[in-house]
């Protein structure tokens, strides 16, 4: 069975600071796929980002980069210079993949709140 | 363009009042998701449509649930009769699922249901 874990409940820092949110995942598959999404105040939630389990190389998009490390089973997301927009519930999720049904599912982690203090 | 959409987008009922929420998935795709959103719970799936076949339900907490989605452009998840602890964010999530897998699964606003 497939599982996330995101430790960190509620993080706060300063406006302009660097954070961080932990993911850990748990699953048997040697193919899956990982993604980040945001639950902004108003609650939508917003897809971030994709990452299948070949390619560990980091991502960037702008204040945004993710490390992917396989040997430690963790998929890290780190907003630089924070702003208050950035205030949100971020979740991290796993999908495992194959040709059969049922692999698009997503199995979501409890979520961080993330809160930027001006 | 337009993406998931759901309504209502809240909902505040009577106990044992069946409720019916709406889902227009993203043009195109033909995986359709049930998501539940609580407390308690967290993010949970409730059930998978493909092309318009069920294809996973075991998310459905009991028989008070059912969903359909009778085309490509529209699903409905109802409850009946509704209990206070169904109140949660219900939404409604589509992708387009090709012969690769992990495609992205883009979500709607939700659909706040309150149970009192």
């Known amino acids: 069975a497939q599982k996330v874990t995101q430790a960190q409940t509620e993080i706060s820092v300063v406006e302009k600071e660097d954070v961080t949110l932990d993911c850990v995942y748990e699953t048997r598959d040697t193919t899956y796929y990982l993604f980040w999404y945001k639950q902004p105040p108003s609650g939508e939630l917003v897809f971030l980002i994709r990452?299948?389990?070949?390619d560990e190389q980091n991502e960037i998009s702008g204040r945004y980069s993710w490390n992917f490390q396989k040997s430690t089973s963790s998929f890290n997301f780190t907003i630089t210079a924070s702003q208050v927009v950035d205030s949100a519930v971020y979740f991290c999720?796993?999908?495992?993949?194959?040709w059969g049904f049922g692999n698009e599912k997503l199995t979501f982690g409890t979520g961080t709140r993330l809160t930027i203090i001006p | 363009d337009a993406g998931v959409i759901q309504s209502p987008r809240h909902e505040v009922t009577e106990m044992g009042q069946e409720v019916t929420l709406r889902c227009k998935p993203i043009?195109?795709?033909?995986?359709l998701f049930w998501y539940r959103q609580t407390m308690m719970r967290g993010l949970e799936l409730l059930i998978y449509f493909n092309n318009n076949v069920p294809i996973d339900d075991s998310g459905m907490p009991e028989d008070r649930f059912s969903a359909k989605m009778p085309n490509a452009s529209f699903s409905t998840l109802k409850i009946q009769p509704s209990e206070p602890r169904d109140s949660a964010v219900y939404f409604c999530?589509?992708?387009?699922?090709?012969?690769?897998?992990?495609?992205?699964?883009?979500f709607g606003e939700g659909s706040w249901l309150t149970v009192v």
């Open positions: 999530a589509s992708s387009l699922r090709t012969l690769s897998s992990g495609n992205t699964i883009y």
């Open positions: 990452r299948n389990s070949f």
């Open positions: 043009s195109g795709h033909n995986s």
């Open positions: 999720a796993l999908s495992e993949a194959g």
